[in-house]
């Protein structure tokens, strides 16, 4: 394979120089004119007078917020599968099938062919950066490795093809570029994720993987199959890509997998780096350092605003952007993109840590809240906290999921059930009630609510720990038809019936 990386130096030094004098709000306001002018003639531009938009007040003005529902049933729903000139010129080409995280909810997010370019862009964005800081990289020598879900597809209607956004990402790739990505499409067409994990890992010995991504958890999943093949630990089965470089994640909150994959990279060269991909938009980018932001990705047809999370259901909003979006703020993310979601709810929330160039974190999902008690606490309250006490007694979580318990009895207090996957088995009892009391301490620290109801053990009890088996949530979201891919394990499940299902499942549940 001819090494291509040469190539990509000169369009990273170009980028970096486009990036370096780039004026945030200016670059968003082009954008959102750009894509208004372009639906203007679509019902959803004509319903919403985008003719005579100007700017974003203007636009803001004319649009409210929507989330998916609002879409499906105002716009989407009506003419699926056929959308022509609904909310996106032309007809839509793509819809990405998607599941909600703690409902088995599918949702066909439509997905343009110039999304498919802006996330294209986003994914050189991501390469831009590597090369910045690995000026030696030869990445574009061998081939990266997506673990995603089945590329298969579903004719919907002529010329209309519905599948997960690997599986659009697979179809729309150049043709040129197709050699470059491993796995080869006769594997990637697999739905069945243990079949597709262990014939992945067969087929990936002796190729030249130079980068890997996917959801952490999936990650290892497939590396404890791999090193299963060469007989060594987890540890060692990076081996088999001598030449990796470049880990990229995304998808979930790595804090509590940050100490695995730091460990699986100790002694290589490779080095990692998250992105933020929904299936709307690609959305931001690492170009610095862990926990210091992801860049947000300005111009490539997608317009960001920014909702106090507080905000969010009422009638009147604040609606923030780039132009004066405050650092700090738990906003919830909405978004206008090139595929006609205008003015979107994405479902997730974030804070900025920079303005010029934006840069952010995600600290949850808009309904992603623990608060049975009133305890307000938020997913990035929990996922820090999660890691933190595991760092106290020196373990490794494999995964988890939290949900209330509620009182039976008079006398009792209610609380948070926490389900823990630890990469170790057999944890004391001692080590577990020291990592409930660090838990607790750092929850305190961080969150006044749960610290009031916490105070004095009067309104909420101490946090309780379940340890359950290895291969625990895998064998749970198997069951439940959610295993690989792009599914998540829920972390917080306020639906009482799945979280009694997974207590259910998590007694049974014994090793094959």
């Not at 003005?61 to 499906?72: A, I, Y």
């Not at 979930?252 to 998250?274: D, H, I, K, S, W």
């Not at 991909?277 to 111009?299: K, N, P, Q, T, W």
């Amino acid at each position: 394979m001819i090494d291509a990386t040469p190539l990509l130096k000169i369009y990273t030094r170009r980028r970096l120089k486009r990036l370096a004098v780039q004026h945030p709000a200016d670059t968003q306001q082009r954008q959102l004119l750009k894509l208004v002018g372009k639906a203007a003639r679509t019902r959803f531009g004509r319903d919403h007078d985008f003719a005579n938009i100007t700017s974003v007040k203007d636009y803001q003005e004319r649009v409210r917020l929507r989330n998916f529902q609002d879409m499906w049933d105002e716009y989407w729903g009506r003419q699926f599968p056929t959308l022509s000139d609904c909310s996106w010129p032309g007809r839509m080409p793509y819809f990405a099938l998607t599941s909600g995280t703690t409902k088995d909810e599918n949702k066909f997010i439509p997905c343009s062919n110039e999304l498919m370019l802006s996330n294209r862009r986003g994914a050189l964005d991501l390469l831009t950066h590597h090369l910045a800081n690995r000026p030696n990289s030869r990445v574009f020598g061998g081939k990266t490795f997506m673990l995603g879900g089945s590329t298969a597809l579903v004719h919907e209607a002529p010329g209309v093809l519905s599948g997960e956004l690997s599986g659009i990402a697979a179809k729309t790739v150049p043709f040129w570029a197709r050699s470059r990505f491993f796995p080869p499409l006769e594997l990637a067409h697999i739905s069945d994720w243990e079949e597709k994990i262990s014939r992945f890992a067969e087929a990936s010995i002796g190729a030249d993987i130079r980068g890997f991504g996917g959801t952490p958890s999936w990650m290892l999943i497939f590396l404890d199959r791999l090193a299963e093949l060469g007989g060594g630990g987890r540890r060692q089965s990076l081996g088999f890509y001598p030449n990796l470089e470049l880990i990229v994640h995304g998808g979930v909150n790595f804090a509590p997998y940050r100490r695995q994959f730091e460990e699986l990279c100790q002694g290589t060269r490779a080095e990692l780096r998250e992105i933020y991909v929904a299936s709307e938009a690609f959305i931001a980018v690492a170009d610095r350092g862990a926990d210091e932001g992801m860049r947000l990705l300005l111009d490539s047809g997608i317009f960001y605003e920014f909702v106090p999370l507080d905000e969010l259901d009422s009638e009147t909003p604040t609606r923030h952007w780039v132009g004066d979006a405050e650092i700090g703020v738990n906003y919830a993310l909405v978004l206008s993109n090139c595929a006609g979601a205008w003015s979107y709810v994405i479902g997730d929330t974030v804070r900025l840590v920079d303005r010029d160039p934006p840069r952010l974190l995600v600290s949850g999902r808009t309904a992603y809240s623990l608060s049975a008690f009133g305890e307000h606490l938020i997913g990035e309250e929990i996922e820090n906290s999660i890691a933190a006490a595991a760092d106290s007694i020196d373990a490794t979580i494999s995964d988890y999921s939290v949900g209330a318990i509620f009182p039976e009895r008079e006398g009792e207090l209610g609380g948070h059930l926490y389900v823990i996957e630890f990469l170790q088995s057999d944890i004391a009892k001692a080590r577990l009630d020291s990592f409930a009391a660090a838990l607790d301490h750092r929850l305190c620290d961080g969150n006044a609510d749960y610290r009031a109801h916490r105070s004095d053990g009067f309104g909420l009890d101490l946090p309780r720990i379940r340890a359950v088996r290895s291969g625990t949530f895998a064998g749970w979201m198997k069951r439940r038809g959610k295993l690989g891919g792009q599914n998540k394990v829920p972390r917080i499940i306020n639906d009482q019936a799945l979280f009694g299902d997974l207590r259910e499942f998590s007694d049974d549940y014994s090793p094959p």
